[in-house]
């Protein structure tokens, strides 16, 4: 009995022991598991962050780009390295060699033989405009006429003649000039306003993507250039009459602090459309489309600019 007894002393403790050690070894595989399941679920979370994908809309352009103008890197884009016809988009590379051209308080006298371009934007004849003020009327109205006088002028201006013919084709060479200084080698222009020529050709052509460059350029150094361009409606004035005009960009308040744009329709482009809007905190971006329809480069340019809102955002 006394044998008996000291094993079942002896029993108790180890079956005790046993229990606790198996316990110890089931606590410690669940703590293990649960460290585990948390790195697993951290690394699934990251794989989800760094996939975030551009939802690209339904668009109508045959081309188009979403620029960061901030980094330089594009956000979304199709066929944005292919030159396109520019339609009126070609002004703004006119606005820019125009003020390279000629001094800020420049006037511009209104010629007959200016004022016969395609489009009566209501200038007239013997009207004076200060440079500044006939560029943003140009640009706000997109005014063939008024290109057709600032590039004569300046070119005339260049050279030192009153030969406005030979003037304008100076101002045209300029214009083509400034693209390769700039590295912009897909834009090339044939005049200075956009429109179709009789040739066969167009007034200018160019990618998306060196559109979108050509607004980050002028945006940074010569911020004042464009800044008329987001505004709905103005009042331009000359030295006899006052223009009330009013943007050809219908879409100007569908699209949250839009800084500059410019818009282009002709039969060889189609519709085109370039907008500069800040994406927040200071992120100005640019999204440009060609190749659309008359309404289509609207919708188009307000669907590009919400689905980048929404991608930024996440």
């Known amino acids: 009995m006394e044998q008996q007894t000291e094993k079942n002393d002896i029993a108790v403790p180890l079956i005790v022991f046993n229990v606790a050690l198996v316990g110890l070894i089931v606590s410690l595989g669940f703590l293990i598991y649960g460290v585990d399941t948390t790195k697993k679920h951290i690394t699934q979370q990251q794989i989800v962050s760094s996939s975030v994908v551009f939802q690209t809309p339904p668009i109508q352009a045959q081309s188009f780009v979403i620029f960061d103008l901030k980094t330089g890197k594009v956000i979304a884009e199709k066929d944005s390295t292919v030159a396109r016809p520019l339609a009126s988009i070609t002004k703004v590379m006119s606005a820019l060699v125009a003020r390279k051209m000629l001094p800020k308080d420049s006037q511009v006298v209104m010629r007959k033989e200016f004022l016969v371009e395609e489009g009566d934007s209501g200038l007239r004849d013997g009207e004076v405009f200060k440079l500044s003020d006939l560029l943003d009327f140009s640009l706000i109205v ?4 008024g290109a057709r006088s600032i590039a004569s002028v300046a070119g005339a201006f260049k050279l ?3 030969d406005y013919t030979l003037g304008r084709t100076e101002f045209i060479k300029q214009m083509n000039a400034e693209a390769q200084e700039l590295g912009l080698t897909t834009l090339f222009f044939t005049n200075e306003t956009g429109l179709d020529n009789p040739t066969g050709t167009t007034g200018g052509y160019g990618s998306p993507q060196e559109v979108a460059k050509l607004f980050g350029y002028i945006l940074k150094e010569y911020p ?3 800044e008329a361009t987001h505004i709905e409606r103005e009042v331009v004035r000359s030295d006899r009459y006052s223009h009330e005009i009013v943007n050809t960009n219908d879409s100007l308040s569908d699209i949250p602090n839009v800084i500059a744009s410019k818009t282009g329709f002709t039969n060889m482009a189609g519709g ?3 907008v500069v809007f800040d994406a927040g905190f200071g992120k100005p ?4 489309v060609l190749g659309s329809t008359t309404e289509g480069r609207f919708k188009d340019v307000v669907a590009l600019a919400s689905s980048t809102l929404r991608y930024l955002a996440q």
């Open 160 to 162: 030192k003649t009153k």
């Open 224 to 226: 004042d250039l464009l």
């Open 272 to 274: 085109n459309l370039a």
């Open 142 to 145: 997109s005014s063939n006429d």
């Open 285 to 288: 971006v640019a999204i440009v």
